[in-house]
C-alpha cells in the first residue's frame, strides 16, 4: 500500500508541476493585452491629465529594481532539463550553434537551457542558464565543431514567446531573410530569473512537515548511496565522481531538494549509466514551493532505493 502511494504522489507531482511549465500562448497574451487598453480608455483625456502618480516608498521603488536586474534576454536552446550545480559538455558543427555561442560571447551573456516535459513532449517554460566564457569553449579546426563545456547556474523562466535570431546585418522580414541566414538564426527569449524571486512562506504546518522532511535526506541518500554500490562495484567510482562534482549536501530546503535531482539524474554526459530513478528533474524545476520540492526530493530518493534494492522495480 505504501509503494503504491508512493507512486501515486511522484506521479501526481509531476503533472501538476508540469502543468504550469509550458510557454504562454501569445493568444491569451493578445486578449489580456486587449482587456487593459480597452479598461484605459473609459478615463476621460482631462482625468488622464489631473492624475498623479502613486507614490512609492523606498521598498516599494527597491522591489522594482529587483524585478527588473532579474529580466534579461538569451539565446535559447532546447536540449535537456538540467538543475543548478550539473556540469554538461555539448559538442556541435551546426551554423546555429556556432553562431548562438559568438553572440554569447561577443555579448558577454549566457545560454539559457530548457527541456521538455516528459509527459507530452512540449518544451517547458523554466531552465538554466549556463554561463560562457572562452575560457569553457573549444574549437575543432578540422571538424569545424564547436564544445561547450559548462556548469549550470540560475533557474529561470521564459516570458512570452522566443523568436528568431538573425545577423544584425539582415534586416529583412524573416519569410524574406536568405536560406543561408536562416540556417545560421538562432532563437532568443525574455526570461525572468527566479533563483532569487520571494516565495509565499510556508505556514507554520507546513513548515514543520518540510523540515522532517528534509530531516530525512541524509539517511536516505546513505541508503541509496549503499545498495547502488552494493549492487554494481564500479558505481563506486563514478558516485564518488559525481559527489565530488555536485559537492557537500546543502543547507537550504530549496537547494537540497534541486541537489538530489542533480543526484538522481545525472547530467547529460552521464547518461551511459543504469538509469535507476524516473526523470524528476523537470518537476523539481517547475515546483513552486520548498514543501512540493521536498515532497518530490523524499518520494524519489524512496522508490529509487526501492528499485536498486530490487523491492520495487521502476523500469
Known amino acids: 500500500m505504501f509503494l503504491t502511494r ?15 511549465a509550458f510557454v504562454t500562448a501569445p493568444l491569451k497574451t493578445k486578449q489580456a493585452l486587449a482587456r487593459s487598453l480597452e479598461s484605459s480608455t473609459l478615463l476621460k483625456d482631462s482625468e488622464r491629465d489631473e492624475a498623479a502618480p502613486l507614490p512609492l516608498s523606498t521598498a516599494d521603488l527597491q522591489r522594482l529594481m529587483s524585478m527588473k536586474s532579474r529580466h534579461m534576454t538569451i539565446p535559447l536552446l532546447i536540449m535537456d532539463a538540467v538543475v543548478p550545480g550539473q556540469t554538461i559538455s555539448f559538442e556541435s558543427a551546426d551554423p546555429k550553434f556556432l553562431h548562438l555561442v559568438n ?26 542558464t549556463l554561463p560562457v566564457s572562452p575560457e569553457n569553449v573549444m574549437f575543432n579546426p578540422n571538424t569545424g565543431a564547436v564544445t561547450v563545456h559548462v556548469q549550470a547556474k540560475r533557474r529561470f523562466e521564459v516570458q512570452g514567446e522566443p523568436w528568431l535570431h538573425h545577423n544584425d546585418d539582415d534586416e529583412e522580414e524573416e519569410d524574406e531573410l536568405p536560406s543561408s541566414s536562416l540556417e545560421a538564426a538562432f532563437y ?18 507546513v513548515a514543520v512537515a518540510t523540515q522532517n522532511l528534509a530531516d530525512q535526506i541524509p539517511d536516505l541518500v546513505g541508503e541509496w548511496v549503499h545498495h547502488l554500490v552494493a549492487t554494481n562495484r564500479a558505481e563506486a567510482l563514478r558516485m564518488e565522481s559525481r559527489m565530488m562534482e555536485l559537492g557537500p549536501l ?14 538522481l539524474n545525472p547530467a547529460q554526459g552521464a547518461k551511459t549509466e543504469e538509469k535507476v530513478c524516473l526523470e524528476i528533474r523537470p518537476a523539481m524545476l ?3 514551493t520548498n514543501y512540493e520540492r521536498m515532497v518530490l526530493a523524499t518520494a524519489a530518493l524512496q522508490s529509487s532505493i526501492d528499485h536498486v534494492s530490487g523491492k520495487k522495480r521502476l523500469f
Open 6 to 20: 508512493q507512486s501515486q504522489v511522484i506521479s501526481c507531482l509531476l503533472m501538476m508541476a508540469m502543468a504550469s
Open 103 to 128: 553572440h554569447v560571447l561577443e555579448e558577454d551573456s549566457e545560454i539559457g537551457m530548457i527541456g521538455l516535459n516528459p509527459h507530452t513532449g512540449q518544451p517547458l517554460n523554466v531552465g538554466v
Open 188 to 205: 532568443m527569449a525574455d526570461v525572468e530569473l527566479i533563483e532569487d524571486r520571494q516565495e509565499e512562506a510556508l505556514a507554520d504546518d
Open 250 to 263: 546543502p543547507s537550504s530546503w530549496r537547494d537540497q531538494a534541486l541537489w538530489v535531482a542533480a543526484l
Open 286 to 288: 517547475s515546483c513552486h
